[in-house]
């Protein structure tokens, strides 16, 4: 399948690890289109999780898609993945002809305004296997993605995640870096995102 819309392509300057993103990988119209299906016809749900031996509630809404009813553990949640929808289809063949790359399950977030956010942390859990690759769609309001080296302090960057864009977080991604989407001062409209992975 092709993606016929113009696309930008960004390779970010950190070492150890390969960033690439793709500020305009949807058109602005598809993008409105594919997050107003996916907003209304998810069951989108708010978990439990435990950090540090306690337990709060997840600070965004998600849901999980994927391949052969394998679950997907993390901070003490394990969930349990829904069949595939036409639109996550739709955007799981574009994702994967960019990637070059066959993705089994995707986590849905949906940060509903500023409040919203996802700590500090990488896809390292040992069903992603040891070295990952994760492709990571944003749909509606943008949000402030942040990057940081585990040992090297100056290898860090911020990125403003655009509506309809994609980041490819590749070899050596989840080994060195931890990534997160910090709460925002300022008001947010919603947010979602899907990060495509393979759960072995």
Do not use: C
Not at 3 to 28: M, R, T, W
Not at 127 to 152: D, M, V
């Amino acid at each position: 399948m092709l993606n016929l819309f113009p696309q930008e392509k960004i390779i970010l300057e950190l070492p150890d690890a390969i960033f690439e993103y793709y500020p305009n990988f949807f058109s602005k119209e598809k993008a409105d289109e594919l997050y107003n299906l996916l907003y209304e016809n998810t069951p989108w749900k708010q978990d439990i999780i435990t950090v540090y031996g306690k337990n709060h509630l997840q600070p965004r809404l998600t849901a999980l898609y994927g391949n052969e009813g394998k679950p997907y553990k993390y901070s003490n949640i394990i969930m349990y993945p829904q069949a595939w929808n036409a639109t996550l289809i739709y955007i799981k063949e574009l994702v994967e002809e960019k990637a070059n790359h066959n993705f089994t399950t995707v986590l849905a977030n949906l940060y509903r305004n500023e409040k919203d956010s996802n700590g500090w942390h990488a896809d390292n859990e040992k069903e992603l296997g040891r070295n990952p690759i994760i492709a990571s769609i944003s749909l509606g309001e943008e949000r402030t993605f942040q990057l940081k080296h585990n040992f090297k302090k100056e290898a860090k960057q911020n990125l403003i995640l655009k509506h309809g864009s994609l980041i490819l977080m590749k070899e050596g991604s989840q080994i060195h870096y931890k990534h997160q989407i910090p709460k925002a001062s300022s008001p947010k409209k919603p947010r979602i995102n899907l990060t495509f992975r393979i759960i072995l």
